[in-house]
Each structure stands twice: as C-alpha cells, then as structure tokens.
C-alpha cells in the first residue's frame, strides 16, 4: 500500500495562493486543507478524487473540495500539461460553506468555455489579492450554479476522523505529536487510532508524524533564513541532535548540508 500523504504547507495560514504548471503530472493519493482547481491545457491526464476516476482532456476543469482525497497519473504515451491552483477557503469565505456543504453533481466541468480557460492561464501568483479573489469566484461560480442544494455532501463525513487526524497534526506539529495526545484530542483509545491510521495512511503513526515534520523542516530549510535550532524548535524536536539524527536517516544528510545544496542550486 502506498502511503497517504498529507500537504501541510497547503493549510497552515490564511491567504494561501498558488498557481503552478505540470507536464505529464503524478502525483500519488493525498489530501490537504484546501481547495483545488486543475485545467487540462492539453493532452490527457487520469484523475482520482476519493473512489471516482476521472479522465482530464483538454478545456476540462476539475474542482476538489478540502480534505478530498486525490491522485494524478499521465499516460505514458499521450500526457498533457495541467494548471493547478491551490487556496485557502477564506478567499472565497462567501460561498466556501455552500461548496462544502451542499453536493456538486460532479467535480468537473467538461470544455470550458475559452473566456474563463483565458482567465486562468493569465493568471499568476503576483497579482494583487483583490485580483486574486475575483479570479477565485468567477471560476467557483461555474460549479456554484450546479450546487444541489437539497443534498448534502456525505463525503466530507465518511473520511470526518482521518481529516481530524491530519488537522491535528498540522495544528500541532512544533509539538511533540504523540499517538495518545491525539487519541486524548479526538476522543479515541490509543490502541484504535493506532490501527485505523496504519490501516488508512499505510504508515505506522510515529513513522508518519517523523516524515511530516522532516517535511516541514524541508520547506523551512529552503524559504527562510531561520536557524537550523529555530527549525528544529518548530517542527517539534526537543533536541538539535535528536532534529540532526532524524533528518539523516530520511534525507541522507544533515539539515545544513541539505540547505547548502539548495543555496548550491540557487546560485
């Protein structure tokens, strides 16, 4: 079983915008706290969204509600080039609770039109957040006019503990993480969430909190100038050895030889 993974830097803050393009995109199961929209440019690409596969073409648009899980997979002969964007739901907070509520007849919309296909492919992470939230709501009003809002959506609640899982997690990764403080949090035995998790994710719980933090302390390495103490401090280690020792044993390296490669790179 692959592992679930779990994007924390898609979640942690407000005012979370990003816009990126794949080619040929494969990317394995995961899920995180924002919404999501991809545009198929060209090609194809093959879409999973909790147990529905979707094929993507060209002009095809795909919305996918927080905490959804999601993979992509490209042919190996025939593959596209998608623009993906992800955000955080306070920057459509007017109609956020209705997508999330209610039930979309589907997630995607096929061949859109080319004024919003336009639209989306102009856009870009540096323009300003009045422009940024027009975008948002023009392209969201595409599937908010489908909303049934006689049915609500039952998804969200049958993956409701793994979701609270992961939110926990991210809400206290400078912090130790431990399987009983999260079974104390949700209200659950120890014994059960550690079963449920390995069984769900496809990794040991203490495995998985180790990866996550390493991951986090990735990105931490990469985008600030924080310390090497002050990163270990914030993803949860008690120790600067204890931060060095678990980094190697997943990286191969050192935190500082793993930020000295990056600032190689830069340069």
């Known amino acids: 079983m692959e592992p679930l993974l779990y994007e924390i830097e898609h979640g942690i803050g407000t005012g979370h915008f990003m816009l990126y393009e794949r080619e040929n995109h494969v990317f394995p199961v995961h899920m995180h706290r924002c919404y999501e929209f991809v545009l198929m440019v060209s090609g194809e690409m093959n879409m999973r969204i909790e147990k529905q596969e979707y094929l993507l073409k060209k002009g095809d648009l795909v919305l996918i509600k927080p905490n959804r899980l999601h993979s ?23 109609v956020s609770d209705s997508l999330m509520k209610y039930k979309l007849p589907s997630p995607l919309i096929h061949e859109v039109p080319t004024f919003y296909r336009q639209m989306f492919m102009s856009m870009d992470e540096n323009k300003d957040m009045a422009t940024i939230k027009g975008f948002l709501y023009t392209i969201c009003g595409l599937f908010y006019q489908d909303i049934d809002f006689s049915s609500e959506d039952n998804v969200a609640k049958d993956s409701v503990l793994l979701r609270d899982i992961f939110i926990y997690l991210e809400n206290n990764i400078s912090e130790a993480c431990t399987l009983k403080g999260l079974a104390g949090a949700l209200g659950y035995h120890p014994a059960y969430i550690s079963r449920y998790f390995t069984q769900t994710v496809g990794l040991p719980f203490y495995t998985y909190v180790q990866s996550i933090k390493v991951d986090r302390a990735c990105y931490l390495l990469t985008n600030t100038q924080d310390s090497i103490l002050s990163i270990a401090i914030q993803c949860g280690f008690t120790t600067l050895s204890s931060f060095n020792r678990t980094f190697r044993i997943a990286k191969g390296m050192t935190p500082r030889e793993y930020r000295q490669t990056i600032d190689t790179r830069i340069k």
């Open 72 to 94: 992509y997979d490209s042919p190996q002969e025939g593959g596209g080039k998608c623009i993906i964007c992800v955000f955080s739901n306070d920057l459509i907070a007017a």
